[in-house]
């Protein structure tokens, strides 16, 4: 079946510490992104990626960082320069055409202790 | 940049219609989106408009006024299931898709 994963599902992390997580689609999609969203908010648009070998920041993209080397894959890591790191992020992915609407991945909650 | 704004909150009673709405301001428009989320979950594809007017899609709805930067979301038929975050979220320039914070149905017996 095609779609995208996002693992672990939970995870925990102590403060100062990098931390990556994983997003994989086998939808052959050419886009995909990383939301983050916090209780109670909507989604806040982290990093984007519309082609291999290139992605662009998104609102809130200070203390994280993504790398593109295969079309299926968009791992985003964590870093300790993120203030606030405790919160449910979100892999999406879509085709390139503007008139299609995202597929979202399960989520990862990420918990800085 | 892109600003949404959709209700908090609203509270309807099973087998009631609901109507959802959602302004927005963007410098770029190439469609308004409606996602369902539920507690804990991913959110899921509803509904999207381009044009203006209204798109049916069984109990679900959404309509579009590209003028009057307008849409909302119309659920029919309320099911205790439907009680769920509803997102608004614009796809502006250069793929981008900016998200309202979500409005909360309550659907009660």
């Known amino acids: 079946d095609g779609g995208i994963t996002q693992s672990p599902k939970y995870l925990f992390r102590k403060e100062g510490q990098n931390v990556t997580l994983s997003c994989e689609q086998n939808l052959n999609h050419d886009a995909m992104y990383w939301y983050r969203q916090d209780p109670g908010q909507g989604l806040r648009l982290i990093y984007y990626?519309?082609?291999?070998?290139?992605?662009q920041k998104g609102d809130i993209a200070e203390g994280y960082s993504v790398s593109r080397e295969k079309k299926e894959s968009f791992p985003l890591t964590v870093t300790s320069a993120q203030k606030n790191p405790t919160a449910f992020y979100l892999c999406?992915?879509?085709?390139?055409?503007?008139?299609?609407?995202?597929?979202f991945g399960q989520g990862t909650r990420l918990t800085v202790v | 940049g892109q600003n949404i704004d959709q209700p908090t909150e609203m509270t309807a009673t099973e087998g009631a219609i609901v109507q959802i709405n959602c302004t927005y301001q963007t410098s770029g428009f190439n469609g308004l989106f409606w996602y369902q989320q539920h507690a804990g979950e991913a959110p899921t594809f509803l509904s999207y408009n381009v044009l203006d007017g209204l798109e049916e899609k069984g109990r679900f709805s959404s309509f579009l006024s590209r003028s009057k930067g307008y849409s909302y979301l119309l659920l029919k038929e309320l099911q205790m299931k439907d009680s769920a975050s509803y997102l608004c979220?614009?796809?502006?320039?250069?793929?981008?898709?900016?998200f309202g914070d979500g409005t909360t149905l309550t659907v009660k017996p």
């Open positions: 979220a614009v796809k502006g320039n250069a793929g981008k898709s900016t």
């Open positions: 990626s519309q082609i291999v070998n290139d992605f």
């Open positions: 999406a992915s879509s085709p390139y055409e503007a008139h299609t609407e995202a597929f």
